[in-house]
T-cell receptor, first 112, second 114 residues
Framework: KNQVEQSPQSLIILEGKNCTLQCNYTVSPFSNLRWYKQDTGRGPVSLTIMTFSENTKSNGRYTATLDADTKQSSLHITASQLSDSASYICVVSTDSNYQLIWGAGTKLIIKP | DAEITQSPRHKITETGRQVTLACHQTWNHNNMFWYRQDLGHGLRLIHYSYGVQDTNKGEVSDGYSVSRSNTEDLPLTLESAASSQTSVYFC?????????????FGPGTRLTVL
């Protein structure tokens, strides 16, 4: 069964600190992996999209890594800000852009 | 600016009633999607459409229907609302171009079925 698992479920860190969120997937065939940010009460917003040939992609203070061999991805947030408080969702696509397999997300809280 | 909107943002209804959630996008995207999001679960696909007059069932389509009469709108209808359909519903759209394309999401509709 195609699955995407994320850890931890929730995380609290102090403003200015770095953190890393994990994603493991068992999806076949694999096309691409996406990270989304979802603020409370809002729809998800795309942060990065990576194919199997890309092992790192950055978007400002967000850096995603992908190891297609071990089927693992991580999202690293540098110098966290209060506005980074949100849920971060890992999503894997098979051979179609149209059907995405969603993880349950990691809820990140940044404390001042 | 192009956008995707959903209405209503909040809805309370009773078991057995028919409910329609609206989704409107001004991106001129061919593809539109409806998802539901429940606590502790990832988003689950309900229905999707690749263009006008095209609709397809997703992972959790039972009890839901959609119709696509124009490019901009994909309304989601709950034929006879059930308490299990209490959820947050998200509409999304994407370009129909080939290659890897991004999905853009609306703000969501929180539906409560009593």
């Amino acid at each position: 069964k195609n699955q995407v698992e994320q850890s931890p479920q929730s995380l609290i860190i102090l403003e200015g600190k770095n953190c890393t969120l994990q994603c493991n997937y068992t999806v076949s065939p694999f096309s691409n992996l996406r990270w989304y940010k979802q603020d409370t009460g809002r729809g998800p917003v795309s942060l990065t999209i990576m194919t199997f040939s890309e092992n790192t992609k950055s978007n400002g203070r967000y850096t995603a890594t992908l190891d297609a061999d071990t089927k693992q991805s991580s999202l690293h947030i540098t110098a966290s800000q209060l506005s980074d408080s949100a849920s971060y969702i890992c999503v894997v696509s098979t051979d179609s852009n149209y059907q995405l397999i969603w993880g349950a997300g990691t809820k990140l809280i940044i404390k001042p | 600016d192009a956008e995707i909107t959903q209405s209503p943002r909040h809805k309370i209804t009773e078991t057995g009633r028919q409910v329609t959630l609206a989704c409107h996008q001004t991106w001129n995207h061919n593809n539109m999607f409806w998802y539901r999001q429940d606590l502790g679960h990832g988003l689950r696909l309900i229905h999707y459409s690749y263009g006008v007059q095209d609709t397809n069932k997703g992972e959790v389509s039972d009890g839901y229907s959609v119709s696509r009469s124009n490019t901009e709108d994909l309304p989601l209808t709950l034929e006879s609302a059930a308490s299990s359909q209490t959820s947050v519903y998200f509409c999304a759209s994407s370009d129909g171009a080939s290659g890897i394309v991004e999905q853009f999401f609306g703000p969501g509709t929180r539906l409560t079925v009593l």
